[in-house]
């Protein structure tokens, strides 16, 4: 998080890009966006790796993490999609732990949160929206364009009807997209803004040592919303994912 004047609030100077690892990063337009994304992808592997590699039968905290975390997966892609769910787990999976440590890791101070900037998020949708259409027309070919023209519903409401279910069935990428990316800024913002309070308030004298004490108790009570609702929209961008996986399987 951005560093605030005593005098000013710029709550939005947070989710500028910057050049990362220096002369490198500079060079390829490496920004602290993708150091994260690639610091979030490392960090689910070696949630993995290290979680599974004592394979003990009686689990050591790392691997019960490990192990809960794919049997929470799994059951929602199965209990979500159905007995075909087990062909995306691994899809399903890595997206929800991507999503869900670039949310974590924006809470601790000076890291950045990649899913607050819509060009991530919305690319993100994009290939789901992409590879579900794809599971689609592989599984029932021209078939499934019988999805945006429901069965029983008279031919003369088609020039209707169609139209509004394909701008239904596009808007999934702006639902996932905004969703995620408005949560994760909105909480960012609030966690500036109270912060600097804290530091413009501190520096006010005696005056101002009960409100800011009231605002670091606000900003305290924030993060802990905050890592609530990481971990939220991580679970409601898969468990969306998996709904539409549905839909692509079974076209209904």
């Given at each position: 998080?951005?560093?605030?004047?005593?005098?000013?609030?710029?709550?939005?100077?947070?989710?500028?890009?910057?050049?990362?690892?220096?002369?490198?990063?500079?060079?390829?337009?490496?920004?602290?966006?993708?150091?994260?994304m690639?610091i979030?992808?490392?960090?689910?592997?070696a949630?993995?790796?290290?979680?599974?590699?004592?394979?003990?039968?009686?689990?050591?905290?790392?691997?019960?993490?490990?192990?809960?975390?794919?049997?929470?997966?799994?059951?929602?892609?199965?209990?979500?999609?159905?007995?075909?769910?087990?062909?995306?787990?691994?899809?399903?999976?890595?997206?929800?732990?991507?999503?869900?440590?670039?949310?974590?890791?924006?809470?601790?101070?000076?890291?950045?949160?990649?899913?607050?900037?819509?060009?991530?998020?919305l690319?993100?949708?994009?290939?789901?929206?992409?590879?579900?259409?794809?599971?689609?027309?592989?599984?029932?070919?021209?078939?499934?364009?019988?999805?945006?023209?429901?069965?029983?519903?008279?031919?003369?409401?088609?020039?209707?009807?169609?139209?509004?279910?394909?701008?239904?069935?596009?808007?999934?990428?702006?639902?996932?997209?905004?969703?995620?990316?408005?949560?994760?800024?909105?909480?960012?913002v609030?966690?500036?803004?109270?912060?600097?309070?804290?530091?413009?308030?501190?520096?006010?004298?005696?005056?101002?040592?009960?409100?800011?004490?009231?605002?670091?108790?606000v900003?305290?009570?924030?993060?802990?919303?905050?890592?609530?609702?990481?971990?939220?929209?991580?679970?409601?961008?898969?468990?969306?994912?998996?709904?539409?996986?549905?839909d692509?399987?079974h076209?209904?």
């Open positions: 998080m951005a560093a605030s004047s005593s005098s000013s609030i710029d709550a939005l100077s947070q989710f500028q890009l910057h050049p990362s690892l220096g002369l490198i990063g500079a060079s390829v337009n490496f920004t602290q966006s993708n150091l994260f690639v979030a992808g490392a960090l689910v592997l949630l993995l790796y290290y979680g599974m590699r004592p394979r003990a039968m009686v689990p050591g905290r790392l691997q019960a993490a490990a192990e809960l975390s794919y049997e929470f997966i799994q059951s929602m892609c199965v209990d979500t999609i159905g007995p075909e769910g087990r062909r995306f787990f691994p899809f399903v999976f890595t997206l929800f732990f991507f999503i869900l440590f670039g949310n974590l890791l924006g809470v601790w101070p000076y890291d950045f949160t990649f899913t607050s900037h819509i060009a991530v998020t690319a993100m949708a994009l290939f789901v929206v992409c590879m579900v259409t794809v599971v689609a027309l592989r599984l029932h070919g021209l078939h499934f364009f019988s999805y945006f023209m429901p069965a029983g519903v008279p031919k003369a409401l088609a020039p209707l009807l169609i139209p509004i279910e394909i701008l239904s069935y596009l808007s999934r990428i702006i639902s996932l997209s905004v969703r995620l990316f408005a949560n994760m800024m909105a909480g960012h609030m966690l500036e803004v109270f912060g600097a309070f804290v530091v413009m308030l501190g520096s006010a004298g005696l005056l101002g040592i009960v409100p800011a004490g009231v605002s670091l108790a900003n305290v009570a924030l993060i802990g919303f905050e890592i609530l609702v990481a971990s939220l929209q991580a679970y409601v961008f898969a468990i969306l994912t998996c709904i539409y996986l549905h692509a399987v076209l209904h």
